[in-house]
């Protein structure tokens, strides 16, 4: 017993020592948008047209459910707004009675028809221009019952709000739909490095700068991302904040969910980095890094100086 407990400390120095001798400070690599979409309407699934791992585009069609119902109101509506008899019936009768109403005033001045003939008239041209009018409006009515047909009958398709990879499929054809979700899309393009920083480090870290991550992933090499957000409150329980970096993964070739160990460089230094040479002398002064060590220290790697050797 001795023997093995002893053993199990020795790993357990060994594994301390080698995180700590890492270079950064841990962080996981999670997507920069997760959503669980469902149906906004209850029903019976017709067909999904989607699996889990597919890549969707923004207003990609991922499901069907059965819309006999919508679909035929939508032909209905559509029947009505494309009827136009009455329509044409009523500015025909208008166009009469107008036509009706001038010949009435010419022979009115001609003393050829008393004055309550011509009242009449402009009596039945009025009536027949606010049937035109009835008309017009009953043709707007149908319109709007058309687009209220065509906007039911759209509930019933369910579409990708966002680029992104199915993570999860939760339906199969024939399943009734009321409030659960029914697929899970995660945005993998850019990621979010979520890293969580000593509150010795608070001040020092701005939005813009680099953080220079290494996904936990045998001969991973380092990627840059963009500091997007930095959290001005320090959780008082583990003495740290948390720092938000945006990590560009065109094609998905980084996998969401990786844990990962981040370095941040000053946006002083990055600028410096892109603006110089590629070839440097040997006592060119090079960005300086901010190692988000485990126990809170701040490092400048261009103040530390090789100690002349003891002969």
Known sequence: MIAKRTIFLLFAVVVAGSAQAAPGHRCLITPDRVAEVGSQVTGVVASVRVERGDFVRSGQLLARLHADAERASVNVAQTRAKADADLKAAQANYEFQRQ????????????????QALEKVRAETKVAQQKLVQAREQREVAQRELELARAQLRKRAIRAPFDGIIAERYVNVGERIEERPMFRIARIDPLRIEVV???????????????????????????????????????????????????????????????????????EA??????????????????????????????????????????
């Not at 009706?100 to 004055?115: G, T």
């Not at 409150?233 to 990590?247: G, H, M, W, Y």
């Not at 090079?286 to 126990?295: D, F, Q, S, T």
């Open 100 to 115: 009706n109403l001038a010949r009435a005033e010419d022979l009115m001045k001609q003393n050829f028809i008393s004055q």
């Open 270 to 311: 990055s600028a410096h980095a892109k603006n110089s040479s590629t070839a440097k002398p040997a006592d060119a002064a090079g960005p300086r890094h901010i190692n988000l060590k485990l126990e809170g220290e701040l490092e400048n790697s261009n103040a530390q100086k090789a100690s002349p050797k003891r002969r």
């Open 197 to 267: 920083v000593p509150a010795a480090l608070f001040g020092t870290v701005e939005k813009g700068m680099i953080a220079r991550v290494r996904p936990d992933l045998p001969k991973a090499e380092p990627l840059d991302a963009s500091v997007t957000l930095v959290d001005r409150l320090i959780d008082p329980a583990s003495n740290t904040f948390r720092v938000r970096a945006e990590l560009p993964n065109p094609g998905g070739a980084v996998p969401s969910g990786l844990r990962c160990r981040a370095e941040l460089i000053d946006n």
